[in-house]
């Protein structure tokens, strides 16, 4: 089969790999038909994710076809097209049981990272009953792709860790993928105001059709003093970091108003400063998670209602074998106005 593969910081290569076949009797192996890339991805060509070694397919987002099962599968079949999700879990270890499946002694993040991921022809799933999920009936494979990762991720990290209520005052600070996911599954709350942050017009007027009702370009360094304007000085209930960076982690810290919330998603690969001084009186609480994809379901159902229309989020379609130009395209996306990118089997 042809795979994409990690071999060291900078260098990917579409190549020729061994095809996966069952290892234990929980695992499934899947076709896949549909892929995509996750920032996360481009840190690790960047060489920030030292878990991911040379020779490593990577990816860990897709839709597929089971092509065979082990013996102890019993919720799945050879031939079901299911959704991937980006965490493995075994459903049995203590962190499972505590739904933070994301920690799964056995599993958590791995596809992608520890062991061979999605961006190829096949995969190996350990734990196929608990890691995967039937896909949708009807449902766009573009389109469900983002359960894979991009939903839940936005909806478990930022809404529900950030507390979302009726009527709230919200500020996502990142408008890529993973911000518009939460700005679209916050609306299941109806927030008073929703306020949409970041350097680029195109992704704000996204953000604009997503929902937002206030757009900020925080270019020009002012981003706080504009939040703080439009809630008469109150700062928002609920700030949503959606990047990863010191200088956005600071505007969540300088909007969060008293009794707020301030729910991080972005993975940070440097230190950020905690403004103490400013914030030890005002309630306010900080959260940080890893997606655990327990919403995955919820999120499903959401969509076959038509409350969810997350192929918004593709703007680029490339075929599988064309994944460097994918690459090339995502990690250029303000050039090239990119969100997500579907991968399509030829």
């Keep these: ?58 990816g860990h987002e897709g839709i597929g076809v089971i092509e065979e099962v082990g013996s102890a599968v019993s919720a799945f079949h050879k031939g079901d097209k299911v959704v ?48 995967l999920y039937p896909l949708p009936v009807g449902a766009e494979e573009e389109a469900a792709v983002m359960f894979s990762d991009i939903l ?59 929902g937002a009702t206030e757009l900020i370009n925080s270019s020009d360094g002012n981003a706080v003093g504009r939040v703080m304007e439009l809630t008469h000085g109150e700062g928002v209930d609920v700030a949503i970091e959606a990047v990863g960076l010191p200088a956005t982690f600071d505007i969540c810290q300088g909007i969060i108003g008293v009794g707020g919330h301030l729910a991080n998603i972005g993975v940070h690969g440097k230190p950020v400063v905690l403004h103490m001084e400013k914030l030890w009186d005002r309630n306010a609480t900080l959260t940080t998670r890893l997606c655990d994809t327990v919403t995955t379901p919820m999120l499903m159902k959401a969509f076959q209602s038509g409350s969810l229309q997350p192929g918004k989020l593709v703007t680029h379609r490339f075929a599988l074998d064309e994944i460097l130009k994918a690459y090339d395209t995502f990690g250029n996306a303000a050039k090239r106005s990119a969100l997500k990118v579907a991968l399509k089997a030829r």
């Design 152 to 210: 839940p991720t936005g909806f478990e990290c930022g809404v529900l860790n950030g507390r979302v209520k009726p009527g709230d005052t919200i500020a996502v600070v990142g408008a890529g993928p993973v911000g518009l996911a939460a700005l679209m599954t916050a609306r299941f709350y109806s927030p008073a105001a929703i306020f949409s942050i970041d350097l680029d017009d195109n992704r704000l007027r996204v953000a604009g059709s997503f």
């Design 1 to 58: 089969m042809q795979a994409l593969v990690y071999q060291g910081p900078g260098k990917p290569s579409w190549e020729s790999h061994r095809r996966p076949t069952i290892q234990h009797a929980g695992d499934a192996v899947v076709r896949v038909t549909t892929s995509t890339i996750c920032g996360s991805d481009l840190h690790i060509l960047k060489g920030d994710v030292p878990t991911v070694g040379e020779g490593r397919i990577l």
């Design 84 to 131: 991937i999700s980006c965490i493995t879990a075994c459903g049995k270890c203590d962190f499972c049981r505590k739904q933070m499946f994301s920690h799964c002694r056995n599993g958590g993040w791995i596809l992608g990272n520890t062991i061979d991921g999605t961006q190829a022809e096949y995969v190996l799933i350990p734990y196929a009953d608990t890691s």
